[in-house]
């Protein structure tokens, strides 16, 4: 599985911005699907996840309900909403397939390239 992210992009804390992840392969639908981000300075950590049928989720305590995780597998994408955006959400943002919703939290497969997100104060 190959993902290619984009979406990133500049935007004033309060704001907005939808990142996708368009997935290749005929086999998207079988892979949970992950979003990670890693600040400057810091470790990659796991933001949110959605399993192959998009009928659960996962986010880390500090994206609960601000973002939202979502799939269309006639698309082969999985999207990221990020609302209400802060300073502290900069960082690139990557992509992930695993075969599960617990491996893709902790040991991906597969990752994307990553698209930076800045948000300014």
């Known amino acids: 599985v190959q993902l290619q992210a984009s979406g990133g992009g500049l935007v004033q804390a309060g704001g907005s911005l939808r990142l996708s992840c368009a997935a290749s392969g005929r086999t998207f639908s079988s892979y949970a699907m992950g979003w990670f981000r890693q600040a400057p300075g810091k470790a990659r950590e796991f933001v949110a996840a959605?399993?192959?049928?998009?009928?659960?989720?996962y986010y880390a305590d500090s994206e609960k309900g601000r973002f939202t995780i979502s799939r269309d597998n006639a698309k082969n994408t999985v999207y990221l909403q990020m609302n209400s955006l802060k300073p502290e959400d900069t960082a690139v943002y990557y992509c992930?397939?695993?075969?599960?919703?617990?491996?893709?939290?902790?040991?991906?497969?597969?990752w994307g390239q990553g698209t930076l997100v800045t948000v300014s104060s």
């Open positions: 959605i399993n192959w049928s998009g009928s659960s989720t």
């Open positions: 992930a397939a695993g075969r599960g919703t617990s491996s893709v939290r902790t040991r991906p497969d597969y």
